[in-house]
């Protein structure tokens, strides 16, 4: 059985840095795609980063480019969300996920419909 655990999410201020991570277990962490997505009240849940199992490739929307850093350590089947500059707009629920990488472009396209199993979510609030 998949398992996403994430963490790190709390409260801080327009400026800071956090850093959540996302404990996987349960299946093969080197052949999966693993993204990270968030959902504001009201919005959709959108794709704010994605890492290939194969070639390490990553995706970030312009929105968050520059500021935010996804990683993985494979040898601890974590994968982390370096958040820096952190902005009002960027408090959401940050959800983990997961999916077999049959295609490279399930992490290069980096959408939610793609993928098929999911951490609890963390909240992040940015205040001002």
């Known amino acids: 059985e998949v398992q996403l655990v994430e963490s790190g999410g709390g409260l801080v201020q327009a400026g800071g840095s956090l850093r959540l991570s996302c404990a996987a277990s349960g299946f093969t962490f080197d052949d999966y795609a693993i993204g990270w997505f968030r959902q504001a009240p009201g919005k959709e849940r959108e794709g704010v980063s994605c890492i290939s199992s194969t070639d390490g490739s990553t995706y970030y929307p312009d929105s968050v480019k520059g500021r935010f850093t996804i990683s993985s350590d494979n040898a601890k089947n974590t994968v982390y969300l370096q958040m820096n500059s952190l902005k009002p707009e960027d408090t959401a629920v940050y959800y983990c996920?997961?999916?077999?990488?049959?295609?490279?472009?399930?992490?290069?396209?980096?959408?939610?419909?793609?993928?098929?199993?999911w951490g609890q979510g963390t909240q992040v609030t940015v205040s001002s």
């Open positions: 996920a997961a999916e077999y990488q049959l295609f490279i472009t399930i992490a290069t396209i980096c959408h939610p419909a793609d993928f098929g199993s």
